[in-house]
């Protein structure tokens, strides 16, 4: 089954289910909204916040990453998912209504809404907000608006991707709301195209905010390999440091060269794929390489092609609910005839190389299986290798440029 079919079966299933039970959009900040919104300190918690949840297992901390994601692009052997009362060995054969799929659905959907609607609130205090309470006056007021406008966009896009048709498959049906308000109970469903178009906007208004800090003369080098993800000793103010978890200036260009492509918007893709493989330091070299095969086993996670990523410490915990075969559990790999089949197509691609490479051979089953090592415990990765989800990288810029 074709993937947008996929999506049009989901679209379908959900049909059945009563928004009002499970599309709870109201924020979950843990902190009153005028206490926290009544100094710069407390919109730096509030945009830290909307990370965090956008890290957690309903969204990119499994279910949009190596979880349901994969599952329904059939990267694992279906006989390797568990029992039949598994959600993934439900989902890879796309049944959306089975009991134990259903909740998980749900739950991508309320959480992902519920998310933008903590980014709405922050945006509707920030936008009246004096910014002599922001240590770093107008450019830190203008840079936190511009990365919630950002991820706003983003969470949109992820639920569009899920729960409407592709554009290729656009039937001009009404599929998901687009929430840009705060409050609000309740928005009209939108067009595949009409959600597009509020993205690429939201995006195009996020991206002129944060460039005015980004591509200061200097700052640049905050995004540089040495320090996107570790740049707490080039600054004092450690909220600006490690611009490679947040919504910078070139993480939005690649997530527009990914929506551009997405709404066959080819020109507008190729323009900002462009952007980010060319996008230079300060000293003209280039921000963005491919990793070196030789470094894969001490970097997993191939940071140095990483343009975006979002962290959670607890991820080795929760992948490792899915890296073994016990009595109840499963396991997201595929059978080793499987994987030598795609060994011989990609002999010089060292990801699927055990020797060095990105995978582990499993033969303590009845079979042998493989499994990939990015998510794993693994003795010999840092802290920071461990918690780090990769989003969007430099070959993804390359694939929708060659497109």
């Keep these: 089954m074709k993937i947008k079919n996929i999506i049009l079966v989901l679209c379908t299933s959900l049909t059945f289910c009563s928004c009002s039970d499970w599309l709870d959009v109201s924020p979950n900040n843990q902190v009153d909204g005028e206490d926290l ?5 407390g919109y730096r918690i509030a945009l830290n916040g909307i990370y965090k949840q956008m890290s957690s297992q309903n969204l990119w901390g499994e279910e949009l990453t190596w979880g349901m994601a994969d599952v329904l692009g059939q990267q694992y052997t279906k006989s390797n998912l568990g029992s039949t009362d598994s959600k ?15 909740p998980v ?3 991508i959907w309320s959480t992902a809404y519920n998310t933008i609607a903590n980014c709405n609130e922050l945006i509707k205090n920030i936008e009246g907000a004096d910014p002599s309470i ?8 203008g840079l936190i608006r511009g990365e919630a406008l950002a991820l706003r966009a983003m969470l949109h896009f992820e639920v569009l991707r899920l729960f409407a048709p592709s554009v290729a498959a656009d039937d001009g049906k009404k599929y998901v709301p687009y929430y840009a308000t705060f409050p609000s109970v ?9 959600v597009l178009a509020k993205i690429e906007k939201d995006l ?4 002129d905010l944060v460039q005015t800090y980004d591509n200061q003369e200097g700052y640049k080098l905050l995004m540089t390999k040495a320090y996107r993800f570790e740049g707490g000793d080039l600054v004092t103010d450690m909220f600006y440091a490690s611009r490679g978890f947040r919504m910078s200036y070139i993480a939005i260009t690649a997530l527009q060269a990914r929506i551009f492509s997405y709404a066959g918007e080819s020109k507008k893709a190729y323009d900002a794929a462009s952007e980010v493989i060319n996008y230079t330091d300060d000293n003209g070299e280039k921000m963005f390489t491919f990793t070196a ?7 997993p996670k191939m940071k140095d092609d990483l343009i975006f990523a979002l962290s959670n410490s607890k991820e080795v915990e929760l992948f490792k609910a899915w890296d073994n075969m016990d009595e109840d559990g499963g396991m997201v790999s595929i059978d080793y005839d499987d994987y030598t089949e795609i060994l011989d197509e990609n002999a010089n691609d060292r990801r699927w190389n055990e020797s060095g490479g990105m995978v582990e051979i499993h033969s303590d089953y009845d079979w042998y299986c493989v499994i990939s090592k990015k998510y794993m415990d693994d003795a010999s990765y840092t802290d920071l290798d461990k918690r780090i989800i990769p989003v969007i990288r430099l070959s993804e810029m390359h694939y929708i440029r060659g497109e």
């Design 105 to 107: 659905i749900q739950s």
């Design 88 to 102: 993934y060995w439900q989902a890879c054969q796309y049944k959306y209504t089975d009991k134990t799929l259903e």
């Design 37 to 41: 919104f009544n100094s710069g300190s």
């Design 134 to 141: 922001f240590q770093g006056k107008t450019l830190e007021q």
């Design 293 to 299: 095969n030789a470094s894969f086993n001490t970097n």
């Design 186 to 194: 309740s928005e009209p469903y939108l067009t595949v195209k009409e």
């Design 204 to 207: 195009e208004e996020a991206r």
